[in-house]
T-cell receptor, first 114, second 111 residues
Framework: DVKVTQSSRYLVKRTGEKVFLECVQD?????MFWYRQDPGLGLRLIYF???????EKGDIPEGYSVSREKKERFSLILESASTNQTSMYLC?????????????FGPGTRLLVL | GQNIDQPTEMTATEGAIVQINCTYQ??????LFWYQQHAGEAPTFLSY????GLEEKGRFSSFLSRSKGYSYLLLKELQMKDSASYLC????????????FGSGTKLNVKP
């Protein structure tokens, strides 16, 4: 079974703090993704990575950065947390399901920025 | 731009059949996916369609019409545990297999 884990289920931070969200997958997948999920807006892609040290901006990268130093680990960084970054953050990695590339999600991190 | 539409909420009765629709307009198409998400949990993969037609997987079936930009998820013999949000996602063409998600349909199953 594919396993994607995230470092924290719940996190409370203060405005201006630097926040690190860690994601690890154990299936040797090339592609990894970071989304945020907000009511009524669905999942929105922040950043993704298709290889070690490679990254691409998603649809809403502002205020975020990422790091992929090892294939299994993809980190999301909030340089200076703001209240509008309060959200559910979901990490995913993608691999083959049958003949189709499919995304598998971690349990999510619910971040509250005060 | 990318546009994925699905109803916000639906209610159905235990034991019944429910159909959740999804329409999409995307710049590329590499497959359509359905995910189930229980409250407070991560989405879990249910099914995918690449070609037109119906794919059946136990109580769940998914249909795709690429010419109409339309898919539906059919849930039969509804159970209380099927109460969840159902997310429609389209995979774009290209090397990186980006997914575009709808906002999800919250399904309430009542006794």
């Amino acid at each position: 079974d594919v396993k994607v884990t995230q470092s924290s289920r719940y996190l409370v931070k203060r405005t201006g703090e630097k926040v690190f969200l860690e994601c690890v997958q154990d299936m040797d997948h090339e592609n990894m993704f970071w989304y945020r999920q907000d009511p009524g807006l669905g999942l929105r892609l922040i950043y993704f990575s298709y290889d070690v040290k490679m990254k691409e901006k998603g649809d809403i990268p502002e205020g975020y950065s990422v790091s992929r130093e090892k294939k299994e680990r993809f980190s999301l960084i909030l340089e200076s947390a703001s209240t509008n970054q309060t959200s559910m953050y979901l990490c995913a990695s993608s691999g083959l399901e049958g003949y189709q590339e499919t995304q598998y999600f971690g349990p999510g991190t619910r971040l509250l920025v005060l | 731009g990318q546009n994925i539409d699905q109803p916000t909420e639906m209610t159905a009765t235990e034991g019944a059949i429910v159909q959740i629709n999804c329409t999409y307009q995307t710049s590329g198409f590499n497959g359509l996916f359905w995910y189930q998400q229980h409250a407070g949990e991560a989405p879990t993969f249910l099914s995918y369609n690449v070609l037109d037609g119906l794919e059946e997987k136990g109580r769940f079936s998914s249909f795709l019409s690429r010419s109409k930009g339309y898919s539906y998820l059919l849930l039969k013999e509804l159970q209380m545990k099927d109460s969840a949000s159902y997310l429609c996602a389209v995979s774009s063409e290209g090397n990186f297999n980006k997914f575009y998600f709808g906002s999800g349909t919250k399904l309430n199953v009542k006794p």
